[in-house]
């Protein structure tokens, strides 16, 4: 097929060199590390990417997934930067970059009953290698309740939560568990959720937030001075945003350490 016509190759006369192009929404198997029972098996979702210089009219798509299909049947976290350095080589670019988000599943048990039931979580990885460094950012998303102090204050019955959605983001070495990322983001709000309650964990869980009530600036800062502990993390986000329960908008917090 040597004589077919490569249309991707064909010079352009705009002189624009366009900083990402790829394939986007690819699903994969995947294996990553669990704290407690050593692996867990997911299904990720993929984003494969290179730059392309202005003297090329486009990229080889075909050429992403015959990298993937080369890791085999399962993608491993671990494998990033081999898979980088084959994009980059099979593309002949300068940079490749790769977006991996999955659920990752935690069995959380309800604080009274003691009932068991799983929790899902997104992760996701951005990375990034070039021909000097590769650059590689965690992404962890849960999911908390929060009790406003001012409504607790100033109402004569009970007061209004929310959910409220955390992302931290964060660089490290060695990389943090995505457990103790999680277990940092629930321990700093008013309470966290649960898959599975009985009567006297609903009891529980209201009588607790009641008592520990927090804005979205306190959950922003709780979670940061949590993440200021780790030695190890050379940067972070926090980005904390509750769905309002009685007004028509959305609240954000947002603490980034430089």
Known sequence: MSNLCDKQNEPDNRQIDIDKVGVKGV???????????????????????????????????????EVLNDEGNV???????????????????????LE???????????PVSGRAGLMDYEIRFDATQSERKIDIIMWITAWVTTLCPCSKAISRYGAHNQRGKVTVSLRSSPQVWFEEVIEIIEQSASGSLYSLLKREDEKYVTEYSYEHPAFVEDVARNVAVKLNEFSNIAWYKVEVENAESIHHHNVYACIEKK
């Open 100 to 110: 991996v988000t999955f659920p990752y599943f935690i069995k959380k048990i309800a």
């Open 27 to 65: 699903k994969y198997p995947l294996v990553v590390l669990d704290k407690n029972n050593g692996i867990q098996n997911t299904v990720a979702e993929l984003g494969l990417f290179v730059d392309l210089p202005r003297h090329y009219r486009g990229t080889h798509m075909s050429r992403f997934l």
């Open 75 to 97: 993608f491993h976290i671990d494998s990033i930067p081999r898979l980088l350095s084959a994009i980059r080589k099979r593309l002949n670019a300068r940079t490749a970059h």
